[in-house]
């Protein structure tokens, strides 16, 4: 199927969602068969660039944006308007690093995905959720929000930043019924205390039917080796995964709240 580029020229009479769009971003990466990220067989976009540092980061080489390559969207949509057919029983996933770090590229691309009739996904810490504005919301079918810590010490300590954004970046979403995947890395030591996973749980489950879903995913060192190409020192190296135990005793906490959890 040809694909019909969503991009046009900007000028003074583009209207301002247009305006918006922007036609170039840096991409670290592409997954051409994920099957973590969201429903089905999804095409993976690795989006550079990410104002948190993650302890546990499993791709620390996505946070600095000048180690993406600068990619036109019309030539990523391209590739995807071929593989259409294959991505009706998944969609586009935009993860990263942090995809809202570039929301004009992000736009460009939901908006080509959308207009080729694509389910589309967006894998955030909602830490930059303030610069998604309302055409992004309706261009995502479901946000993939990764929320790293409840207790606000915990989620400095795990991040570097605040956890106020992503909070209220969930209750944003909820008030626009848009529909969530809650996530939550499980680390012994870190994140794995009691009242961090009950103060997660209460609040999502305060945020009502957006949230389809909560994901404990255990810790795991799959990138313990990009951790040794950067110039930041990898301080789990002696945190193991948290036993079949520990993620079962998360995931009855989020249930007990009534939640769908996986
Ligand atoms: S938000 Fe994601 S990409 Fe950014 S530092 Fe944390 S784990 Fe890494």
New binding site residues.
Partial sequence: MAFASPLLSVTESTPVSIRGRLPVGRVHSVESAGMLDGPGIRHVLFLSG?P???L?????D??CMKNGELRLADELLGTIARRRVFLKRGGLTLS???PLAQPGFVKTLLAGAKALGLHTAVDT?G?LGARADDEILALTDLWLL?IKSFVPETYRRV?GGDREPALAFARRLAARGRPMWIRFVLVPGLTDAVENIEGLAAFVAGLGPAVERVEVLPFHKMGETKWALGDRPYSLAATQPPTAEAIEAARVIFRAVGLNVF
Avoid: M
């Fill in positions: 990410c948190l540092r993650c546990y980061c499993h791709n620390p996505t946070v990263g690093g942090e810490s830490h990764d991040t």
